[in-house]
């Protein structure tokens, strides 16, 4: 069936770092993927989503570009801030993305001043 | 208000008794999902409902059961709750007609069984 796997966490960065979090999937089809973010004592939030290949989501300077040739939709931010602390989820939806989302485990991001 | 609501935000119950978690929603969605969510687990898919209809099982549905009562109202129920099923548990919504826009979520229910 459809996975998705994240890099295990916990990840901590100073402020103004580089962030990457890599995701990979394993999907028949052309699924649509997405990045979720959970901050502390809240549900998730769409980040960002690409729905098909070499498409880059983007948002709050968060990127991340559906490679299927490597099947993956890593995470990157160019300077992260003590804001973005919180958990980060990679996610697909099967062919058409009107399907259940798939997620993968999570990854936790604590950013230091 | 929330457009996904839950009711209750935490709870504590003990071992055995029956307990519902409630979710409504009022961005006119059709299709509801219950997840619960682990530490190191992700997010796993209990059951979900693409129409009042329409029940599906997810991943994890042993222990569960589900009533779309209407189109905005989906409970979950533990008929005999085990510590195992102590977790955080939340409700989404999304859009049969709108594609690949992911979902709503609400913010959770932290359910606990002793």
Redesign the interface.
């Known amino acids: 069936g459809d996975s998705v796997t994240q890099m295990e966490g916990p990840v901590t960065l100073s402020e103004e770092a580089f962030l990457t979090i890599n995701c990979t999937y394993t999907a028949t089809g052309y699924p ?1 993927l ?1 990045w ?1 973010v959970q901050y502390p004592g ?5 980040l960002l ?1 690409a ?1 098909k290949a070499d498409d880059k989501g983007s948002n709050k300077g968060f990127e991340a570009t559906y490679r299927k040739e490597t099947t993956s939709f890593h995470l990157e931010k160019g300077s992260v801030q003590v804001s973005d602390s919180a958990v980060y ?1 990679c996610a697909l ?1 099967a062919s ?3 399907e ?7 990854t936790k991001l604590t950013v230091n001043p | 208000d929330a457009d996904v609501t839950q009711t209750p935000r935490n709870r504590i119950t003990k071992t055995g008794k029956r307990i519902m978690l409630e979710c409504s929603q009022t961005k006119g969605h059709d299709r509801m999902y219950w997840y619960r969510q682990d530490p190191g687990l992700g997010l796993r898919l209990i059951y979900y409902s693409f129409d009042v209809k329409d029940i599906n099982k997810g991943e994890i549905s042993d222990g569960y059961s589900v009533s779309r009562q209407a189109q905005a109202k989906f409970s979950l129920s533990l008929e005999s709750a085990i510590p195992n099923q102590t977790a955080l548990y939340f409700c989404a919504t999304s859009d049969s007609g709108s594609g690949a826009v992911g979902y709503t979520f609400g913010s959770g229910t932290r359910l606990t069984v002793v």
Do not use: D, H, M, P
């Open positions: 649509s997405f979720y809240e549900g998730l939030q769409l989503k729905t989820f939806s058409g993305g009107s259940k989302l798939v997620f993968g485990k999570g």
